[in-house]
């Protein structure tokens, strides 16, 4: 039983992984969406909403699946550009890196756009008297985003987002089905090898105490952000 | 010397014509109170001249400095954006809902703009907001986030924010009106002392018998008109005209 919990241990590194990784990346590419697709130039906000629109449309599985098996295709197909052809063909699709990296790229797409929907309300949320404010004292705007704005919009979008992070925590184990060697993977391998639940009753104690970690750290930085109203 | 001169300003939102053929002229040292019933066009003319709305046509001279003018083609267009930020730093704007900013304490409000603006050093920007903090009474609430003070508070720090940047000319949009009328006393003796210094200023206010103590001139309009403009003395009185005299005359014990 050391064995498995060992193994089950190691396994939760690649989880870990693909967990901080997505965040690392879909928080600023959110914070870029949510500003694109409030462009004042009609056409980038509508392809960026066309593009909210599919992530949030079709499930992440369906996502990570396409982004894992559909180079090949692209490569073949007669409506591929050269360069884009040129680059792919290179690109080895049963190394280590590749598997990672196309599913790193479906989950962070994916959650930016959820992120995205969640800073937009939280900027729009501001009052207009803020930035009238700014701009009297004679901030620029970008001053006036970064010191004013800003900030306010990081306490608001703080319950919402630490939802959406905790949902990470536990959408991670989707990458077992590309398949991606991670915690949920392994579980599942070991089921028939020990006849036994245990190990997915291990996975799910790991994603458990995980995502109750997090639930303490976000309800203390709430706190934290308390100190105006 | 004229800081603020105002000529046929309009202004129009769609079809409706808020402000039309507005002239009047701000001399330094002058309050000017600006009264008449609601949706008559104040806050409109106010936020025009403090670029919050971009105007129609007609010039707005600030500080001897053209910010909206006729140009070659009889149109009148704005200044180049530097004049313009130039010309914004010279004035300073209290609103209705106060707007201080809430995730910062009293002295930061009143700091902020000084340092990453003006590039004054955190040090002096500090001493000039305590001093102005002690004049508006407000010294111990330095460290006080503006949700812990109350309204006439808030308002007072804002005014302190404002006064910051050392402008020439102070504009107050109705800055007693989300008050409860126990705490407007408060803003207004305020607003008195600044008179008193010398400060040019011009205050949009429902509160006539203040703007008929401090203001040296007196706007009233109407519709987007100015229906009369002169000093209190002759809007207060006989001769004043019909409409005045009815608009006034709803303001009892005036």
Redo the contacts between chains.
Sequence with gaps: MSSLFGLMLEYTIPTLKIFAFTLLYSIPLGMVVALLKMCRFKPISWLTNIYILIMRGTPLLLQLIVAQYSVPYIVRSELCPAFLKALLENVDIRSEDYTFNMMLFAFVLNYAAYFAEIFRGGIESIPKGQYEAAGALGFGKLQTFFRIILPQVIKRVVPASSNEIITLVKDTSLASAIPYMEIMYIAKKQVPLYASLMPLFMAGVFYFAFATVLTVIFSYVEKKLDYYR | MAILEIRNLSKSFGSLNVLNDISFDVEKGEAVAVIGPSGSGKSTLLRCV???EKAGGGTIRLCDTDMFAPGPNGKSVYADKQTL?DI??K???V?Q?F?????MTVLRNIT??PV???KKSRQEAQDTAMELLRKMGLESKAKS???ELSGGQQQRV?IA??LA?NPEILFFDEPTSALDPELTGEILKVIKELAADGMTMVIVTHEMGFARDVADKIIFMEGGYIVEQGEPEQLFGDNASERTKQFLSRYSGV
């Design positions: 403090t670029q919050l930020r914004r730093l004035t300073g704007l609103f809902n707007n201080l900013f809430p995730h902020e703009a990453c603006v003006l986030y503006p949700c804002s924010r404002a940047l």
